[in-house]
């Protein structure tokens, strides 16, 4: 992407996304890739919007009779949008895919071309060699299934991240799944979500990404990467921010065994003195004088236990609903450097975390286009602060 970037591609419902908890991608642009001729439509489309030029930056073709069918089909897309906006566009003819890059500011429009190609996808590696090779948890076929695309678009995804990166998805599993099951989606369809909430967390990718891939790509036009291969990065980017929230998650259940375990004891052994109480009682029995005298100091030290471990589960509960209701360390991180209302795209400017993982995304796919639309910030992805945060974000 060039420029600025003013992503049409992808909106959410910033309030469902904190409500459920979940982390969606969306592709707006649901309509098929639009009708095309001799010009004339397109000629039609740039007076009713003011257009004045229109220049192929390879070629430096102004004249729109020039132009092929493939380059009339991107600029018809992009001008369905609305100026400032910049549309990576994938034209499918004649079985051929040729990615187009698109720019529209005020009355200029500028575009290149790249070369087609047969295919959108390359040979994926299998389910166990993905799982071996990142460390991620199982394959899951859930109403549709994995096959070589998607598994594709997972192992480029994945293989875009650092070890340490990688850490933090560990046991992450992957869904297949038709369509998104809960409905976030407000306008658009569902390409791909994050689900935190699930018994295991997961990435879920719908079907609908193979027809985003069709109509968009990330990268540029000499390196295209599919639009779900970005936006399954995307989605680990949110998994890697939300790594430490888990985490005390996780924390909380186990403060909460503990608590429940001391409380047992404590009341066990308070059973165990009022049985030996009633037989003393009935009987003096020195014996047992002796051990209710032993009991008693038991029953001091679990009673402390039970406090220290119910001290310790409020302590975490605390801090889980603190960390629950602002961004993750490296999404806070990201937004000292970057508010996010000044994020690269549309959707970054959304949230925080969206900002981060939209940052990632073109960090690693499209540097310069991150370099371009919030400078510093690839350089910060590349410092030792970001790789240390990656590191703590494990514990």
């Known amino acids: 992407m060039p420029r600025h970037m003013t992503s049409t591609v992808a909106v959410l419902s910033v309030a469902m996304l904190l409500a459920s908890g979940a982390a969606q991608y969306v592709d707006d642009d649901v309509r098929p890739a639009p009708p095309t001729d001799d010009g004339t439509t397109l000629r039609a489309a740039l007076n009713r919007h003011g257009v004045a030029s229109v220049t192929n930056l390879a070629s430096g073709v102004t004249d729109i009779n020039l132009l092929s069918r493939v380059e009339r089909v991107a600029l018809l897309a992009l001008v369905a949008t609305r100026s400032g906006a910049e549309l990576d566009v994938m034209v499918e003819a004649e079985g051929q895919f040729t990615p187009v890059e698109t720019f529209w500011d005020g009355a200029a429009i500028t575009f290149r071309s790249g070369a087609p190609r047969a295919g959108l996808y390359g040979r994926a590696p299998s389910q166990d060699q993905l799982q071996k090779d990142f460390g991620v948890g199982p394959f899951v076929n859930d109403g ?18 650092t070890p340490d990166e990688l850490a933090l998805l560990a046991g992450v599993e992957f869904h297949r799944m038709a369509r998104d099951p809960v409905g976030l989606a407000v306008n658009g369809i569902s390409i791909a979500m994050y689900r935190p909430e699930q018994r295991a967390p997961r990435i879920e990718l719908y079907n609908h990404g193979v ?7 990330v990268g540029t036009v000499d390196k295209p990467v599919p639009l779900t291969v970005a936006t399954v990065l995307h989605e680990a980017a949110h998994a890697m921010a939300r790594k430490p929230l888990l985490n005390l998650r996780r924390r909380v259940a186990d403060a909460e065994r503990a608590h429940a375990l001391a409380v047992a004891r404590a009341r066990d052994e308070q059973r165990r003195y009022a049985a030996d109480r009633k037989a003393y009682n009935a009987r003096r029995d020195p014996a047992l004088a002796k051990a209710l005298t032993a009991r008693a100091v ?18 975490i509960r605390a801090t889980l609903i603190t960390e629950q209701g602002r961004a993750a360390p490296l999404e806070r991180a990201l937004d000292a450097r970057l508010p996010y209302r000044s994020g690269p795209t549309a959707y970054a400017r959304t949230s925080p975390g969206e900002s981060f993982a939209e ?9 310069a286009a991150l370099e371009r639309a919030a ?9 030792a602060e970001y790789a240390d945060l990656v590191k703590a974000s494990a514990y």
Not at 301 to 313: D, G
Not at 376 to 383: E, I, K, P, R, Y
């Open 298 to 315: 038991t029953i001091k030290v679990l009673v402390k236990q039970m406090v220290a471990a119910q001290k310790e589960r409020d302590a």
């Open 375 to 383: 400078p510093g910030v690839a350089a910060w992805f590349d410092s």
């Open 144 to 161: 549709a299934t994995w096959d070589n695309d998607g598994l594709y678009v997972v192992g480029a995804a994945l293989s875009e991240l």
């Open 211 to 217: 027809t985003a891939d069709r109509r968009r790509f």
């Open 359 to 367: 940052c990632l995304k073109l960090h690693r796919l499209d540097r």
